[in-house]
């Protein structure tokens, strides 16, 4: 478990720490020559069950409001100080917002230097915190008047504190935190002679043991654990909701390790600069360019952009943030909104969506998705989500999003039709399969000369965007059972015969040989030129009126291929897309296995990716 101190400036916060913990978290010279916290302290406390707690000493001054952000942002719970000589003070006041704004609801409220006033003043004070503490939904904490000079009240605190770390032991196995992958909230970061480079921090989920390997949110570098301390003592596992240091090695060339960074176990490795959020305001947000975000302990500058919408809730506020440096997070993680031109604390947001796009982000389907996506519960949102996705769901780009190991239990359910990683509502799937044959039914009847119709064609029919999952998997299903033939780009009924008219078809029967010869590969249009007799403009009119009628293909500038060869190359896709573990082709991998040489490669696969048959990713390309 782990407590942060809160509370004014010069309240006992550290005196307090020292007197329940025998350590002195002012490590800094400037800090003890001063008299006051400056940088985040770190103490810990043993109990006599075994168990321990972690002490966070954050600094009461309002110029390094920065720093007791980061300090809160990864606790479970606060030990509010307030002096009973001087009542409730403005960094008092500014603290409890910020325990309203993270959702901290387990406080210990602490009256401190209690020798310097009566009783009945240490007691008006206690009752005045507790009122002030009921306004943001925290009713009746525990409460203790101390003197951490004399000692008075401090082994009754302690009581408190032990129960608190032996109750927290015992629930500990049983949070979700502890299923989820793991993941360090970096706090400092120093170089150790014969042990290299050390990092501290809160393990924010699931555990670390030693070899384990992880990488760092900053520039994604594979670091290895080597050692692993808590309080000071060698160990082999650290566990959610504990601090530790962990002894890496790795290349951490370039990287700027410390407060805001991240060690995830790989699977989770995924940054972004873009997320959608719910919002709870203080007040208006400023128009101003730049907000700061105070996530975990990070600090990061971005811009914001209202979404509104008539299906959204007017008693809810969502807004999409666009970072300037990039963040690892998951659906629902809390932060603060702050302005830094006015260091005045705005309010509070939670992550819905942290993989959100800029584009349509305010268009109905995409608001209701969001809305979908704001349930807690993983089961009913993804059933939600696949209510308002027609095109279905990712799979994997959902468990990434909230971190999750196992699959949600409703993906098993007979309603939902999975294919692979990607998942649809059973009666959407039929309801597109019945509509995809209409359509193409209707397609040869008012255009009997055309071969078929290409997917984006049906894509756009059918109201689904170009590179549909639910088109892909309707159009699979279809081709799979024999209901659907395809040939090149063009789908098609299999009873379906296209019958051009005499003139096209005799232009046909004259430039086949030629294609025919150097296929898979495109006949060059000069070489067709001279050896047709035509000037390049009607040539390229008569090839690209064989296109119209899906009896060519043009893949590109002055490419035409047959549609033969578009299915031999596709084929060849997916042999190289069937022998790699993960899907993935590059396009080098391509161009060996085909033999059709780079830029006829190049302009294949940027064909496969406008037909709707391949989806870029980086570098490399999955079958859809």
């Avoid at 989820?180 to 501290?200: C, E, K, M, N, Y």
Wanted: one cysteine or more; glycine letters at 8%; charged letters at 20%.
């Amino acid at each position: 478990m782990i407590i942060a101190t809160a509370g004014h400036v010069d309240h006992g916060k550290t005196a307090l720490i020292k007197a329940l913990t025998g350590q002195h978290t002012d490590r800094t010279a400037e800090e003890q020559r001063r008299g006051m916290s400056i940088e985040l302290g770190y103490a810990w406390l043993d109990c006599p069950d075994g168990s321990s707690l972690d002490l966070v000493d954050v600094p009461g001054h309002e110029k390094f409001m920065r720093t007791l952000l980061a300090g809160m942002g990864c606790v479970d719970a606060v030990m509010l100080v307030v002096a009973a000589d001087d009542g409730i003070m403005p960094q008092t006041q500014e603290h409890l917002q910020v325990m309203r704004l993270l959702g901290i609801s387990s406080v210990l409220v602490v009256i401190s230097k209690c020798a310097a006033v009566t009783r009945q003043r240490a007691e008006q004070v206690q009752n005045e915190v507790l009122q002030h503490l009921a306004t943001i939904g925290v009713l009746a904490p525990p409460a203790f008047m101390v003197d951490s000079l004399s000692g008075a009240g401090i082994v009754e605190l302690l009581a408190q504190l032990h129960t608190w770390a032996g109750t927290s032991a015992s629930a500990q196995d049983q949070r979700p935190a502890r299923l989820r992958p793991a993941r360090l909230s970096i706090d400092r970061h120093f170089s150790q002679p014969g042990a290299g480079d050390i990092v501290t921090g809160t393990l924010l989920s699931g555990s670390v043991k030693i070899g384990d390997n992880l990488r760092l949110s900053d520039n994604g570098s594979h670091l290895r654990v080597r050692g692993i301390q808590i309080h000071g003592q060698a160990l082999k596992t650290a566990k959610a909701g504990q601090r530790c240091a962990l002894n890496l090695s790795g290349d951490l060339a370039g990287a700027e390790l410390g407060r805001g960074s991240q060690l995830l176990d790989p699977g989770i490795f995924a940054p972004t600069t873009c997320l959608d959020s719910r919002l709870d305001l203080s007040g208006a947000l400023p128009n101003r360019s730049t907000l700061q975000l105070h996530m975990g302990n990070a600090v990061i500058n971005a811009r914001w952009v209202p979404l509104k919408g008539e299906q959204l809730p007017s008693d809810r506020h969502y807004a999409q943030w666009i970072l300037e440096q990039s963040v690892c997070c998951r659906h629902g993680e809390r932060f603060i909104i702050r302005d830094p031109a006015s260091r005045q604390l705005l309010g509070s947001g939670q992550v819905i969506d942290p993989f959100a796009l800029s584009k349509g982000r305010q268009r109905p389907e995409r608001l209701a998705a969001l809305m979908a996506m704001d349930e807690a519960d993983t089961d009913q949102s993804l059933k939600r989500l696949l209510a308002v996705l027609p095109d279905g769901v990712d799979l994997p780009r959902f468990m990434l999003s909230r971190h999750l190991t196992m699959e949600p239990a409703s993906v098993h359910q007979t309603q939902i039709l999975r294919r692979g990683n990607w998942l649809c509502l059973a009666a959407d799937f039929d309801r597109c399969l019945q509509r995809l044959t209409t359509e193409l039914a209707e397609h040869h009847q008012h255009q009997p000369q055309q071969t078929g119709m290409t997917r984006p064609q049906l894509a756009r029919q059918l109201g689904l965007p170009i590179n549909s999952r639910l088109l892909a998997a309707a159009v699979r299903h279809a081709l799979d059972g024999r209901s659907l033939r395809q040939s090149g780009a063009a789908l098609h009924l299999p009873e379906h015969q296209p019958r051009p008219d005499p003139e096209t078809l005799g232009w046909l029967q004259q430039v086949l040989p030629h294609f025919s010869a150097c296929a898979p590969r495109p006949p060059v249009i000069g070489e067709l030129i001279s050896e047709l007799t035509l000037d390049k403009a009607e040539l390229l009119a008569r090839l690209d009126r064989l296109c119209a009628l899906g009896l060519l293909v043009r893949i590109g500038r002055n490419r035409y291929l047959l549609p033969q060869s578009i299915d031999h190359l596709l084929a060849l896709a997916a042999e190289l897309a069937a022998h790699s573990s993960d899907g993935l082709f590059s396009t080098a991998a391509f161009r060996d296995h085909s033999g059709i040489g780079r830029n006829h490669s190049v302009a294949v696969l940027e064909y496969f990716d406008k037909a709707g048959f391949t989806r870029h990713i980086g570098e490399q390309r999955r079958l859809i």
